[in-house]
């Protein structure tokens, strides 16, 4: 399958240099066209630089590494076009307050995975992953031994298989915490989520904590 990012922020360009160095080709896009462009010089052979609007037409998974809000917008401007493609949503609803803390921009009990499931281009398929982690620990984490864990949330098991293969081409475990409904806790301020637990987690401690959940 063919995997678009699209964002070249601080998530966007770590996401490419892992799954580049996992020997995924890829399709990388920015508003700055510019910015897309430095990101595939530095991670190497394999990736692309390309327009949203060409990697929207060409790739098969599509990982918005955008705000929550930009990914709104976007859905809107797809609808009708990304019929059969795999969405991937890292994003938090958060905000930076006047006193430089993060906020959460959505009702405690609502999370950005069940906002943008509601709001789904038709036909497209949508998976929570890649958001759980900070870019630094994106950065140091990845390729490790042993392997630390990216959570993924969604409604479509063959979709979610496709993005896990691309979690561990990225250099890490995937574990799934089930369908889009529990994606609020794999964003920030969730029970799994880093900003909660302060550190990775392995494979069998991941699992155990799935478990131990009433």
Do not use: C
Not at 43 to 53: D, H, I, K, L, M
Not at 126 to 145: P, S, Y
Request: proline share 4%; aromatic share 4%.
């Amino acid at each position: 399958m063919t995997t678009a990012i699209i964002g070249m922020g601080d998530i966007g360009s770590r996401l490419a240099a892992n799954l580049a160095r996992g020997g995924e080709p890829l399709l990388l896009a920015s508003r700055k066209t510019d910015d897309a462009r430095q990101v595939a010089d530095r991670v190497g052979a394999g990736a692309r630089a390309v327009s949203p609007e060409e990697a929207v037409a060409e790739a098969e998974v599509i990982v918005l590494a955008v705000w929550f809000d930009v990914i709104k917008d976007l859905f809107e401007r797809w609808d009708g076009q990304v019929a059969g493609k795999i969405l991937v949503d890292p994003s938090n609803p958060i905000a930076i307050d006047g006193q430089g803390a993060i906020t959460k921009t959505l009702p405690e009990d609502q999370s950005s995975g069940a906002v943008l499931a509601g709001l789904l281009p038709e036909g497209a398929r949508l998976v929570k992953a890649f958001g759980t982690l900070t870019a630094n620990t994106l950065a140091e984490a990845a390729h490790r031994t042993p392997r630390a864990v990216e959570f993924y949330a969604t409604d479509d098991e063959a979709a979610g298989d496709a993005v896990a293969a691309l979690i561990r081409t990225s250099g890490f475990d995937p574990v799934s915490v089930g369908g889009i409904d529990q994606s609020l806790r794999i964003e920030v301020f969730g029970d799994l989520h880093e900003s909660n637990l302060r550190t990775t987690l392995t494979e069998e401690q991941a699992r155990s904590r799935l478990r131990a959940r009433p």
